[in-house]
């Protein structure tokens, strides 16, 4: 513990030393030359999710596509549920002979496992489309990036959503989005705008 208390102390000694020795700047000065060296950009992505025509396209697609597995899931389960009461009721009413009942009783496991088998299933579907889409989006995101700071020659580019404070000053989102919708070529893909592309060539 002692040991640790000197390192400590020793270090910031060390560095007291240091900063003694360097030539000092004034604040103004300090500033401008880190803002000179390094330029600094963010954008919202909730803003382009919400604007971007493409997420525009997808999303009430995927949205369509998990209503549609939702429904599907609901309506085997409501009758399974239903099957499950009529056996049920017919075995109170000695419907079946055992052997019977333990093949009507069999049937119904497998229904049930069938229907827990096609839930993870069509999870597992929407699951990979969407991180298709978002790869998708991310990639459009990053391919005009790349462009745009061509000329901007920005340090950094990060999202807003990680950070404490943001000048507005420094806030390039609607020229991500508009490069962005510029580029995108409506009710389709970026990957099937590349593949048009090369097509027409």
């Not at 002692?2 to 030393?17: E, H, I, N, P, R």
């Amino acid at each position: 513990m002692k040991k640790s208390v000197f390192m400590a102390v020793a270090a910031v000694l060390a560095l007291a030393s240091c900063n003694n020795q360097a030539p000092k700047m004034d604040e103004k000065t300090q500033k401008d030359s880190v803002q000179n060296e390094m330029k600094i950009a963010y954008v919202e992505v909730d803003s382009i999710m919400s604007q971007y025509k493409f997420c525009k396209y997808m999303e009430p697609i995927l949205e369509k596509k998990a209503q549609n597995s939702r429904n599907t899931l609901a309506q085997k389960q409501q009758s399974l549920q239903a099957a499950a009461a009529k056996f049920q009721q017919d075995l109170q009413n000695n419907k079946y002979t055992q052997q019977q009942a333990e093949q009507v009783n069999a049937g119904l496991q497998k229904q049930n496992a069938d229907l827990q088998a096609l839930a993870q299933r069509l999870d597992n579907e929407l699951a990979n489309e969407q991180q298709k889409y978002l790869q998708a989006v991310n990639d459009s995101i990053q391919h005009f990036l790349d462009q745009y700071n061509k000329t901007k020659k920005f340090a950094f580019i990060v999202t807003k959503n990680g950070l404490l404070y943001a000048d507005k000053a420094y806030d390039i989102t609607n020229d991500v989005i508009n490069g962005l919708n510029k580029a995108y070529k409506g009710n389709t893909t970026p990957e099937k705008a590349k593949e048009e592309k090369k097509d027409k060539k």
